[in-house]
């Protein structure tokens, strides 16, 4: 029989990260910016890592300035959001080399979106035979590379970023 380990997830199902903060926005303290897996914070919007991501290099961008509808944003908002997620979608380009995307925009809850006040996209990148049998039968995604590496692989790239 084969295990399959993934003890890094425990800490994210028994931790109590809540805390009546919302997650993408980013506060004072930059201190905790690794532990909350924030790779940049612009002028008017941040990029995070999703802890508990689809797959490797799982993304979330959304507007600093918490806000619930498209509409909501002012124009200068909204061009900032997209040119982060484009400039999401290059790094993850070139450092994970994926053969394409899923990129969507998370607006309500019954959307799916976790922090329904708060819009976000998800920024997720994919490779040809990502999918597999263990999410048919298992109901088990099989993330290679532990989230911390991830982040220490993307952090470089974001940091080159500059407004």
């Not at 805390?19 to 905790?32: A, L, N, T």
């Not at 897996?37 to 799982?58: D, T």
């Not at 124009?75 to 979608?89: D, N, P, Q, R, Y």
């Not at 990129?103 to 329904?116: F, I, P, S, T």
Request: net charge neutral; hydrophobic share 40%.
């Amino acid at each position: 029989m084969k295990v399959l380990w993934a003890p890094w997830r425990m800490e994210y199902i028994n931790s109590d990260d809540k805390k009546g903060e919302c997650i993408f926005c980013p506060g004072d303290d930059r201190s905790q910016d690794e532990r909350r897996l924030i790779l940049f914070i612009g002028k008017s919007s941040i990029v995070i890592m999703n802890k508990f991501p689809y797959i490797n290099g799982h993304l979330l961008v959304a507007p600093i300035r918490h806000i619930s509808t498209l509409d909501g944003l002012l124009t200068e908002e909204k061009l900032h959001l997209i040119e982060l997620v484009e400039k999401s979608i290059g790094i993850l380009k070139e450092t994970m080399n994926p053969t394409g995307f899923n990129v969507g925009l998370n607006m309500g809850r019954v959307a799916g979106a976790g922090v329904e006040d708060h819009i976000h996209f998800h920024v997720v990148p994919r490779w040809e035979g990502d999918t597999n049998f263990m999410s048919i039968f298992g109901d088990v995604r099989v993330i290679p590379e532990h989230i911390q590496g991830t982040y220490q692989k993307l952090l470089p790239f974001f940091k080159k970023i500059r407004e």
